[in-house]
């Protein structure tokens, strides 16, 4: 840091003193390539064309740094949150995307430095008064609070001051900035009834219980919450039995997902078990329900060889509103999705889980 601000210093008071004003005005000789137009005028067109071409070699690299970044953090982050497709994951197309990208910027401003130059002041002043900020706030219960926070107002001055004089900055900005949230607003959407569920690991207790059934045919009631009582569960085990016209003699599983973290698009599911009274309670904790309860059935499918069955109610409400609770908050019309999720993920109906609502 101290090295490139004396530089940058030193640059600024040559530059000023040796340069004419007119050479900085707009098609000067000057504007764009101060320290290049000395080069060439006070050291020869050798080391000048030299002094170029090291110019381009350093902004090829800077470029180069930041894809690397980008491919390194784009597929770690953003198709784990639902907010990129899954071959995102990927470090090819995404290069053939940024390059799209780069491609289209430049020929969008005929490769015009002072065209970019705004855009490009506006990104480094935020990201620099961003971390300012965050240093500030995490040193703030010791003495260095002061000397940070002056730094802070500094840079946050120099950046209402820049977007001020040069708002494309901004508006640039702030387009790319829409255009992301839009893109990964639509791939969650997409994606939302995809599997999502990574794993399952069925804790020693799930899987007696699971053991316990003598035709390996697992029945699933999926229930909202934790049941108060044995009799809210004698209740809802007998409107199952009637209502599907199942006998006493079959046995019944309840399932409860209780809700984690929506942000959180895939995940490991780690599936408990526990008896009330007569009843078998599997449980579990996930971020989006009905892809949880058939990630349960297909992998009930795979340890038993036996086709599972689950057993809804339909869902009270707008079937808008619920779509928008599935899509944000990870619950909503849970038979209906739970269908569509194990569609896409079981093409095969011999082997694809059983639905029954009512």
Sequence with gaps: ALIMSVFLIATSVVTTLLIE????????EANGRALAYLAHKYLGNGFGSLYDLSTILILAFAGASAMAGLLNLIPRYLPRFGMAPEWARGSRP????????????????????DAQGGAYATGVL?????????????LWRTSLRWPFLGISVLFAYTTVTNV?????????????IGTIVFLSLLSRGLRST??????????????????????????LVPIKSNPDSVSELDQVDRHVRETHHLSPDERLYFFQIK?????????????HGKRVGRHSILSATSPVIANSIAAMLIYLE??????????????????????????LLGEGDTAPLTHEVLRRAIPDLKHRPHVHVS
């Design 21 to 28: 004003p007119d050479k900085f005005k707009d098609r000067g």
């Design 94 to 113: 995404l290069v053939l995307v940024f390059l799209t990208i780069g491609v289209l910027v430049t020929a969008l401003f005929h490769a015009d430095v």
């Design 126 to 138: 935020v990201l620099i008064t961003s971390a300012a900020l965050a240093v500030t706030r995490d």
């Design 164 to 176: 001020y004089q040069r708002p494309e900055g901004l508006k640039i900005a702030s387009f790319f």
């Design 194 to 219: 995809e599997l999502r569920i990574t794993g399952i690991y069925m804790e020693p207790a799930a899987r007696q219980l699971i053991a316990e059934d003598e035709d390996q045919v697992i029945r």
């Design 259 to 271: 809700r984690g973290d929506v942000s959180d698009f895939e995940q490991t599911l780690r599936v």
């Design 302 to 327: 795979q340890l038993t060889g036996h086709i599972p069955h689950a057993y809804f109610q339909w869902s009270e409400g707008n079937p808008v509103g619920n779509l928008l609770r599935f899509l």
